[in-house]
């Protein structure tokens, strides 16, 4: 089984508890290729923020990649940073943005057999690196004149570039994500990469 949906921020244990949620199968039909040197890559994030007198206060939160085998039936490498809110103001503009904050990348470890044979899953790429991000309820995307209602939806900032929706859940039943601006889980799967055991 791949772990790969989120189906809930708490209260989970197993194969498939992680800090973002309990995950579940993704359904992926590995039969098609040949698996023996691919991984699967994903991203993962979480938050939790309080309301004080009107004003949203960052708690805590993480961000991370975890690549599994692409039958699900092992979790080669997981890579786990702390959000830790920065000094800064985070970027304007964050569209439908309930809150948003600038947090920076802190305390990474890296966890599993799998690390040393993908390149960049080491718990030092990402140290120490300042986003903005932003959290919205609903969101409207709209391409080539068509709207599409987005929810749950996690976006970052990189200087020059504005705001980007990382997490989202493109609202009919592709449920990746979970939870309220208070408490969120976020999960993405990214693609391949190759592992050379």
């Known amino acids: 089984m791949l772990c790969g949906i989120a189906t809930s921020v708490s209260g989970c244990s197993g194969d498939c508890a992680s800090p973002f ?47 599994t085998s692409v039958d699900g039936s092992r979790r080669l490498c997981e890579v786990l940073y702390r959000f830790v809110e920065d000094n800064r103001s985070p970027a304007e503009g964050c569209p439908d943005c ?4 600038q947090l920076v990348m802190q305390d990474g470890a890296a966890t599993g057999d799998g690390c040393s044979h993908m390149a960049n899953m080491d718990s030092s790429s990402l140290e120490g690196a300042s986003f903005s991000w932003g959290f919205a309820s609903s969101y409207t995307y709209s391409y080539a004149g068509v709207d599409e209602a987005w929810n749950t939806v996690l976006f970052y900032s990189n200087p020059g570039y504005g705001w980007y929706p990382m997490f989202y859940n493109r609202g009919y039943g592709q449920g990746y994500n979970v939870g309220t601006a208070e408490d969120a889980g976020f999960f993405r799967t990214a693609g391949y990469v190759y592992y050379y055991p």
Do not use: K, P
């Open 98 to 101: 309930e809150w948003t904050f």
């Open 21 to 67: 949620g309990c995950l579940t199968d993704s359904g992926f039909d590995s039969g098609r290729i040949d698996t023996s040197s691919v991984a699967v890559l994903s991203y993962q994030a979480d938050a939790q923020t309080t309301q004080i007198n009107g004003v949203t206060v960052f708690d805590a939160g993480h961000f991370g990649y975890l690549a």
